[in-house]
């Protein structure tokens, strides 16, 4: 009968009517499937995306996630049309190790000797700026020798494991200024340096006591520390309730922003040379330079109109340095310029004092009011033109002008208000006001009823945390009542949101996720996703930016991923590949963790394994081992004919045992048996118990296991649950 109806309506000819209305309904189909391909998110919420993730689904009963498979990803693309193999995004990727004596400190983007040697000046720290390599290098970058699970803080800020970070240089360099010491196997800190010559915490008070307006931690809250030294200024203003960015460069001052990041202390690696810092105008409270070996009234003074810049109005520059307290001619002549140059800017004098060990400093303000620019004898440095002003600081040339004030140039709120009050820097427009709080009280819940209950993240030992589509910060100030900190990161492909952040209390930093991140490796203990990647540049590529996150991510560390299901399935596949524990929470929430067991398991095997295929085979076995559920149970596993009891991963920290003994112990202190022992059918193995947290391996005596029904593990058929360990150790008088 639908036949007949057709023929009849061609018989009346009315098939230009059905051709018209078939391509009407086609357009029609086009235009829904471009409009929602087309829709993009800013690095903060919409509002209807805070309508849609406001209300998180709470976690399942008990706090236990649901886990659901990764799908594959999608076929590789065919090769580039200049003939270049096609770089595929593939869970079967291989990796290499990065090669060569600097490999364990690897950064892409300051390490590209290549572009440095072709540098045609290095007057103005040109050779310290970024030169990033194209294409993004894919190697993997090893752990140094002898390498353990940092310090917890707060301790660390005092000490370190010298074998994570084995730069001796500034011991001896700075040794009668204390800035760091080496005491067996840790490095000490005892809050010295070049201007701390009573020790930090007395040049603190100093400070306070200069100039009380300062009210460290109240008024003052956001600091930038310039060549900071080993970060011990940032580190002890912590208890003030202050948050201090501290910069220094990748120079002969040998790994001083890895010990700030290795101690919990935020820090990043910049130099003020022929670029812009890469924050945004009128941010910080206080810049600190003490000794900062920086020629303020170089080039015309671009290095201190730079800090102009980025200081807030009414802001202070915080200057100890010889010029200020000596009288020889060479500081002199420095003092008289800085004095030319400062007036220039319309900086007054607020406040200039002398300690007792003979250190001075002086403190300057920046105007709040245009009128002294007006006022000035001479237009010089001139003012910034108005499209001069830009945001989204990012291989921006130096300026020689100076900035234009803004329109508010009030000042914050005191901590802790002005984290939850709006933002000076805020649109006065009622909608944005409004999605800037649905913001905050999104973020409050999602942190507090799935972060930190229904995840599987062991938080008390997060220290330093970057969320890199950082967007207002709600992330980072939901966590503000925790001993953490983040680095709030705004990519530079989404709308500038940065002065928000400073505004509300916080620190971050621009960046282009299509290039490595100004750090070492092995520095921040969880990294946070939050609908990055579903809007990155087409030149970015999801597994180069996987690379990153893996040298910059600390081993037992968290890569915490919120995005659209399609991106999900294509990151899964890849964290995978980097034998990462990768887990699915509630369609959405992608946890990954970077197992320190897989790290050492991999030093074991390439201890024990003569024959390389089979070492790889039980390497990718391995893997597959850590990517099933986490059970309380421990098993053991026959891979290839080599048999080995692994720790259950749900312990958050690990180490392996000295020599030829092959074994991955668990935090609670049992060490399991030795490869070459189940091997040989010995399981009267040898076992060791050990303090994982001081890592002390250097036992001469074994204890003894008794295993449940030893008899059944001769079968090697299956894994074997093992219910209850019964360790004997010999000698306890070592541990």
Known sequence: MALSAVQNLFKERKY??????????????????????????????????????????????????????????????????????????????????????????????????????????????????????????????????????????????DMIW?????????????????????????????????????????????????????????????????GCGVASFGGYLLDKDVITMSLAPKDEHEAQIQFALERGIPATLSVIGTQMLTFPDNTYDLIHCARCRVHWDADGGKPLLELNRVLRPGGFFLWSATPVYRDDERDQTVWNAMVDLTKSM??????????????????????????????????????????????????????????????????????????????????????????????????????????????????SSMRNVMDMNAGYGGFAAALTDMPLWVMNVVPIHVQDSLSVIFDRGLIGTYHDWCESFNTYPRTYDLLHSSFLFKDLPERCEVVDIAVEMDRILRPGGYVLVQDNPEVINKLGPVLRSLHWSVTLHQEQFLVDNYSLYIVLFEECISKIATDVELAFQVKHDMVAYFARPKRWDMDIMFLKNVGCLFADTYFERGGVMPASNCCIY??????????????????????????????????????????????????????????????????????
């Open 346 to 459: 319309c900086w007054k004098v607020v406040a200039k004092a002398m300690e007792s060990s003979g250190i001075g400093l002086v403190i300057y303000q920046k105007p709040v009011l245009p009128s002294c620019y007006q006022k000035r004898e001479e237009s010089s440095p001139p003012l910034c033109e108005q499209q001069d002003q830009r945001q989204h600081s990012w291989y921006v040339p130096l300026g020689g002008c100076l900035n234009r004030l803004p329109d508010n140039s009030s000042w914050p709120a005191p901590w802790p208000t002005r984290l939850r009050t709006k933002p000076l820097s805020l649109s006065s427009e009622v909608e944005t006001e409004q999605m800037f709080y649905e913001d905050s009280k999104h973020w409050s819940a999602l942190v507090s009823d799935v972060y930190l209950e229904g995840l599987g993240i062991n938080w």
């Open 162 to 226: 010298y074998n994570n970070v084995p730069h001796p240089k500034l011991v001896e360099y700075k040794k009668d200024q204390n800035w760091v010491q080496k005491s067996g196997d840790y490095f000490h800190f005892p809050g010295g340096g070049t201007q701390f010559k009573d020790g930090v915490d007395n040049y603190i008070q100093f400070v306070e006591k200069t100039l009380p307006a300062i009210e460290w931690g109240k008024h003052v809250r956001v600091i930038l520390d310039v």
């Open 16 to 157: 230009p009517f059905i051709l018209a209305s078939t391509i009407l309904l086609l357009l029609f189909v086009t235009l829904l499937i471009v409009t929602a391909g087309s829709q993009s998110s800013l690095s903060f919420y919409s509002q209807a995306d805070l309508r849609r993730i406001s209300s998180p689904a709470p976690p399942p009963p008990g706090g236990s996630s649901v886990t659901a498979p990764i799908e594959e990803p999608p076929p590789p693309p065919p090769a580039s049309s200049d003939g270049a193999p096609p770089r595929t995004l593939d869970s079967s990727l291989k990796w290499e190790a990065c090669k060569g004596p600097t490999a364990v400190d690897y950064i892409p983007c300051l390490d590209n000797f290549k572009a440095i040697k072709q540098l045609k000046s290095r007057r103005h720290m040109e050779h310290r700026e970024r030169h990033c390599p194209s294409p993004s290098p894919r190697c993997l970058v090893p752990l140094p020798k002898g390498y353990k699970a940092p310090v917890p803080w707060p301790k660390s800020r």
């Open 666 to 735: 668990s935090k609670t202190g049992a060490s399991f048996i030795s490869l070459s022992s189940l091997i040989d059918g010995n399981w009267k193995a040898c076992l060791q118990v050990a303090d994982t947290w001081r890592n002390r391996s250097e036992f001469g005596d074994c204890c003894q296991a008794r295993v449940p029904d030893p008899q059944s593990l001769a079968t090697k058929a299956h894994p074997l649950r093992i219910d209850r360990l019964d360790l004997i150790c010999f000698d306890q008088s070592k541990v």
